[in-house]
């Protein structure tokens, strides 16, 4: 089964606006880690959040984690073109083995 | 350098047959996994390997057999394919035990079609 849910399925802005993309599961967790997929390519990884943090920046990109909650959330911030992808979180649970939400598709129009 | 190698790209298969996709890394990464990614599901998690001569399975292994043939090459093998097994597959990789945690590095993907 699923860890991850990504919300919304699907989202579309215009290039200069800021992005934000949910991530909501079920067990305790390591970390969180988001990824970009690029239409017909693999996945790349973006960024790494520990259980032990709430916030982290990378670039353009900023990721919070609520463990209360069981919640992430991935903020891209003045959107290019560049940008559009589908976005999936990943969560470490047990035996090191990642499991990958559903994602988040974001087309940025110019 | 090339980190993660899929072969083949594209393959369509008919009910029955069977094949074997390829995955080689040269980041001498300790663990290897194999996904497979169906719209609106995700990437679900098929067989893994922590490290060169186990394997283990993962959310979906039914219907697939894995050998980890040394550090480098982990191959995914279809004995006799069935169109629920349409899917794109992805080979991965990581370092677990390093201090990026367990961060994949991704294949292209292979695309492969069961009519």
């Known amino acids: 089964s699923q860890q991850g849910e990504e919300d919304p399925q699907a989202l579309s802005i215009q290039e200069g606006e800021n992005a934000t993309m949910n991530c909501s599961y079920k067990?305790?967790?390591?970390?969180l880690q988001w990824y970009r997929q690029n239409s017909g390519r693999g996945l790349v990884h973006l960024i790494l959040i520990r259980s032990n943090e709430r916030e982290k920046h990378s670039g353009r990109l900023r990721v919070t984690l609520d463990t209360s909650k069981k919640s992430s959330s991935l903020l891209i911030t003045a959107s290019r073109a560049a940008d559009t992808a589908s976005y999936f979180c990943?969560?470490?649970?047990?035996?090191?083995?990642?499991?990958f939400g559903t994602g988040t598709r974001l087309q940025v129009t110019l | 350098n090339a980190g993660v190698t899929q072969t083949p790209k594209f393959q369509v298969l008919k009910t029955g047959q069977s094949m074997t996709l390829q995955c080689a890394q040269d980041m001498n990464h300790n663990s290897m996994y194999w996904y497979r990614q169906d719209p609106g599901m995700g990437l679900r998690l098929i067989y893994y390997s922590a490290s060169e001569g186990t394997t283990d399975k993962g959310e979906v292994p039914n219907g697939y057999n894995v050998s980890r043939l040394n550090k480098r090459e982990f191959s995914l093998r279809l004995e006799s394919a069935a169109p629920s097994q349409t899917s794109v597959y992805f080979c991965?990789?990581?370092?677990?035990?390093?201090?990026?945690?367990?961060?994949?590095?991704f294949g292209a993907g292979s695309r492969l079609t069961v009519l």
């Open positions: 991965a990789s990581s370092d677990v035990g390093a201090p990026g945690a367990n961060v994949l590095t």
């Open positions: 990943a969560t470490d649970g047990t035996a090191s083995k990642l499991t």
């Open positions: 067990t305790s967790i390591n970390n």
